[in-house]
């Protein structure tokens, strides 16, 4: 077993800095929303590090940024890993990018050690993981997962999509292009930070994660008559704002008491008009909710739209609902487990097997080959901040560990 081998921490260390560098915010985190001047930056130094690396470069036709390390045998599988170069807006310097730089060590280090394996090795960077445009362009396209039904009103509108897409020189029909055979993948590995509290306040070094949530999202209005703030009495108005501070407490009140373990969030609200002096007639929410299971994350879907309709109600308003997205729960893979546990044994790290409450590519990757993913502790549990940060030995070893469980799946 190949067990000696460990990556440059110098030049993980060179390459992370230098791409957090990329859309950097003066907060201290980035700001590369998927498809951005800035991401688009990110994967022409990604692409530079490729060439640089004398690995192959591949981009398929969902924008999906690869290096390649190829076997002898050019039928043989591809063990794919990875992670994504797009961020929230104001995001952190380590989600995503951090599992990119990773897996491009993780070639770099078995290319030089000389090893030839059965397979073929790829860093991938998956297309708009975040959802800024979609959610899950590029692996789910990979997959087909992703349908040209999501694309027709997505999370982040249509027209962004479509900017985003000219921007980057993409197609929504080339988009399809990155299919790819079941039979053609060997597995999938992601090395992320767990963006949650629980492996820094354990002092655990590295989670295995054993299943990641199902996501639904919805775009509400709720529509009621905007009219003059200071000469309509209190209880004649139909105030589209009530309905939406309504839902937004009923929501987490629901969550809390009847649905453990899952979460709902409202991350946008717009009133509308927008004025000192004007009721709102119209109120935009974005709603996003999460379940560890298909089954409950339909009964919360269920139970929060019947709770916007009640807040509707009450005030007398419209609502509308419309569906932007859903990204099915996906258990992680025994076999790879193991070998991410194995991994860390050999280097006697600590490790606790967790579910994630972040959604990733690696839940589309999940549905049409052996997957897992690898966590390294978040410093206080912050993520999607720029307040986001890991402790660089916890990156090492997450490094180590990808390294070493992608050698035990391509190897057997
Ligand atoms: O939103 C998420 O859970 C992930 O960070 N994309
Ligand atoms: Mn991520
Ligand atoms: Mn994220």
Redesign the pocket.
Do not use: K, L
């Given at each position: 077993m190949v067990t000696s081998l460990s990556i440059n921490p110098q030049r993980l260390q060179a390459d992370f800095n230098d791409l957090a560098a990329i859309g950097a915010t003066a907060a201290g985190g980035v700001n590369r929303p998927a498809l951005s001047p800035a991401h688009l930056a990110a994967r022409a130094w990604f692409a530079a590090q490729v060439q640089q690396a004398g690995l192959e470069l591949q981009i398929d036709g969902a924008g999906n940024h690869s290096a390649m390390l190829c076997c002898a045998n050019p039928s043989a599988p591809t063990l794919l890993l990875g992670s994504?170069l797009d961020s929230?807006p104001d995001g952190g310097r380590f989600?995503?990018a951090l599992g990119v730089v990773a897996a491009l060590e993780v070639l770099r280090t078995i290319q030089e050690a000389g090893l030839h394996l059965p397979v073929h090795l790829e860093a991938i960077d998956f297309t708009d993981?975040?959802?800024t445009l979609v959610?899950f362009i590029g692996s789910g396209t990979l997959t087909g997962t992703l349908t040209a039904h999501d694309l027709q009103n997505p999370r982040g509108g249509r027209q962004a999509l479509l900017a985003g897409l000219a921007r980057a020189g993409l197609s929504e029909d080339g988009l399809f292009t990155a299919r790819r055979d079941p039979a053609s993948l060997a597995g999938y590995l992601e090395l992320h930070i767990e963006?949650g509290p629980r492996l820094y306040e354990a002092g655990v070094a590295i989670g295995v994660v054993s299943g990641i949530?199902g996501?639904a999202s919805y775009r509400l209005a709720f529509s009621g008559r905007a009219n003059h703030a200071g000469t309509t009495p209190m209880a004649a108005r139909r105030d589209a704002g009530l309905g939406a501070a309504g839902f937004i407490l009923a929501a987490r009140a629901l969550v809390m008491e009847a649905f453990p373990g899952c979460v709902a969030n409202v991350g946008m609200l717009r009133l509308d008009p927008g004025a000192f002096n004007i009721i709102p007639g119209r109120a935009e929410l974005a709603l996003?909710c999460?379940a560890a299971d298909a089954n409950t994350l339909e009964r919360l879907q269920a139970r929060l739209l019947e709770s916007a309709a009640q807040e509707a109600a009450r005030y007398g308003l419209a609502l509308e609902v419309t569906p932007v997205g859903r990204d099915a729960p996906a258990p992680m893979s025994q076999p790879v487990q193991q070998a991410i546990l194995s991994a860390a044994a050999d280097l006697g790290l600590t490790t606790q097997s967790m579910p994630?409450?972040?959604?990733?590519d690696a839940q589309n990757l999940a549905m049409v080959c052996p997957t897992g993913m690898i966590f390294i502790p978040s410093v206080g549990g912050i993520?999607?901040s720029p307040q986001e940060t890991s402790r660089w030995e916890d990156c090492l070893n997450g490094a180590n560990v990808l390294l070493g469980a992608a050698l035990r799946l391509a190897l057997g």
């Open positions: 994504h929230v989600d995503g993981e975040e959802g959610g963006q949530v996501i996003e999460r994630s409450g972040a959604g990733h993520s999607h």
